[in-house]
Nanobody, 124 residues
Framework: VQLQASGGGLVQAGGSLRLSCTAS????????LAWFRQAPGKEREFVAA???????YYEESVKGRFTISRDNAKKTAYLQMSNLKPEDTAVYYC???????????????????WGQGTQVTVSS
């Protein structure tokens, strides 16, 4: 499975962006998809995930602002980000693992496939 992330950019605080993660290879509907982010000088952290069941999970600071979704027919996962804040500035990565279980969602080491990352910069 290869993942291609896109949609990053520069946006003012309060603005919105939609990230996309398109997969090639594999049976997309069997995979859990997640977004992680890494800010300068910080470790990569979990942002959101959607399992093959369609259930979604979010890091606390993005709840109510970010929405993760998937379109299995297009083999694409999305991260709709609204009310963006300067602290959301980071490189965003998408990741995938087949049939990932709930307890494994939040740890990056549990994912088998990664996209190349897309930069999101939020200006104040």
């Amino acid at each position: 499975v290869q993942l291609q992330a896109s949609g990053g950019g520069l946006v003012q605080a309060g603005g919105s962006l939609r990230l996309s993660c398109t997969a090639s290879g594999g049976t997309f509907s069997n995979y859990g998809l997640a977004w992680f982010r890494q800010a300068p000088g910080k470790e990569r952290e979990f942002v959101a995930a959607i399992r093959h069941t369609g259930h979604t999970y979010y890091e606390e600071s993005v709840k109510g602002r970010f929405t993760i979704s998937r379109d299995n027919a297009k083999k694409t996962a999305y991260l709709q980000m609204s009310n963006l804040k300067p602290e959301d500035t980071a490189v965003y990565y998408c990741a995938a693992k087949r049939w990932i279980i709930l307890s494994a969602l939040y740890q990056e080491t549990n994912y088998d496939y990664w996209g190349q990352g897309t930069q999101v910069t939020v200006s104040s």
